[in-house]
T-cell receptor, first 113, second 113 residues
Framework: ETGVTQSPTHLIKTRGQQVTLRCSSQSGHNTVSWYQQALGQGPQFIFQYYREEENGRGNFPPRFSGLQFPNYSSELNVNALELDDSALYLC????????????FGPGTRLTVL | AQSVAQPEDQVNVAEGNPLTVKCTYSVSGNPYLFWYVQYPNRGLQFLLKYITGDNLVKGSYGFEAEFNKSQTSFHLKKPSALVSDSALYFCAVRASGNTPLVFGKGTRLSVIA
């Protein structure tokens, strides 16, 4: 059974650019949630995808968008990057929209200059 | 809206001594409570959760937590700390239904040999 994987590990972008982060869910999981963890803070919920549909969204602007594919892997896209977008981005997979059984990936560290 | 407070940014404890990491929460209705641990350059690892039932919850690696409804607390405990327990610990809460986790800011535990 493979765990949750994320790519890339690290990424450096400049303000105004766009970025795509990727997440492969754990085998058998059809739900992926994305979180932003700023330095010194706890993770903040961005959105969740279940069977390729958005299933809830946190307090993030529309320039944060996502996709889920038929194999349940997922992408997080951020447009018009701002300095405050610098953070560790975590994805978590779970079965059937289960909030209580989430398995987290190692994260992607995004730095915006 | 739900919220979590972890009043201590840092907890230092000697190896072999008991440890406590504090957490208080605010949520409408019955709380679903969680503890996660994060090691450097790693994602979050699930330790334990309280959904219902016995107020004392036992989790991974010898950790336990006690749910106290009157004090709205869910403190993490371990009878004998190990140096390898040194990490960042997050408490999280969610309300019932299709609601996401809300995390605290985290407490850095340092166990000194």
């Amino acid at each position: 059974e493979t765990g949750v994987t994320q790519s890339p590990t690290h990424l450096i972008k400049t303000r105004g650019q766009q970025v795509t982060l990727r997440c492969s869910s754990q085998s058998g999981h059809n739900t992926v949630s994305w979180y932003q963890q700023a330095l010194g803070q706890g993770p903040q919920f961005i959105f969740q995808y279940y069977r390729e549909e958005e299933n809830g969204r946190g307090n993030f602007p529309p320039r944060f968008s996502g996709l889920q594919f038929p194999n349940y892997s997922s992408e997080l896209n951020v447009n018009a990057l701002e300095l405050d977008d610098s953070a560790l981005y975590l994805c978590a997979s779970s079965p059937e929209r289960a909030w209580d059984t989430q398995y987290f990936g190692p994260g992607t560290r995004l730095t915006v200059l | 809206a739900q919220s979590v407070a972890q009043p201590e940014d840092q907890v230092n404890v000697a190896e072999g001594n008991p440890l406590t990491v504090k957490c208080t929460y605010s949520v409408s209705g019955n709380p679903y409570l969680f503890w996660y641990v994060q090691y450097p350059n790693r994602g979050l690892q699930f330790l334990l959760k309280y959904i219902t039932g016995d107020n004392l919850v036992k989790g991974s690696y010898g950790f336990e937590a006690e749910f106290n409804k009157s004090q709205t607390s869910f403190h993490l405990k371990k009878p004998s700390a190990l140096v390898s327990d040194s990490a960042l610990y997050f408490c999280a809460v969610r309300a019932s239904g299709n609601t996401p986790l809300v995390f605290g800011k985290g407490t850095r535990l340092s166990v000194i040999a």
